[in-house]
Nanobody
Framework: QVQLVESGGGLVQPGGSLRLSCAAS????????MGWYRQAPGKERELVAV???????NYADSVKGRFTASRDFTWNTVYLQMNSLKPEDTAVYYC?????????????WGKGILVTVSS
């Protein structure tokens, strides 16, 4: 059983910054990818950023140049540095860790953390 716990959310003014963290505990596997999704009120969950083992880090167009995803060397913690925040970045942010198995993908999700960008 894998548990993911997010931290670092909250209220910030437009133009401000926040740093989200997500740590895995429990049965730690070799994850193939880790990243962040978000869901704004009335909208579907969308990808924000994903770090792929042995590959690149990909971002949604809406956050390119403002957000940076990173991880620790153990591949157990992922971060999201969010700069130049806009009101439209307001959402619940979820971290996601993925294992790629021969039978398909196994996804693990955090419970989500609220980020509110407002003056």
């Amino acid at each position: 059983q894998v548990q993911l716990v997010e931290s670092g959310g909250g209220l910030v003014q437009p133009g401000g910054s926040l740093r989200l963290s997500c740590a895995a505990s429990g049965s730690i596997f070799s994850f193939n990818a880790m990243g962040w999704y978000r869901q704004a009120p009335g909208k579907e969950r969308e990808l924000v950023a994903v770090i792929i083992r042995g590959g690149s880090t990909n971002y949604a167009d809406s956050v390119k140049g403002r957000f940076t995803a990173s991880r620790d060397f153990t591949w157990n913690t992922v971060y999201l540095q969010m700069n130049s925040l806009k009101p439209e970045d307001t959402a619940v942010y979820y971290c996601n860790f993925r294992r790629v198995l021969t039978t398909g993908n196994m996804d693990y999700w955090g419970k989500g953390i609220l980020v509110t960008v407002s003056s």
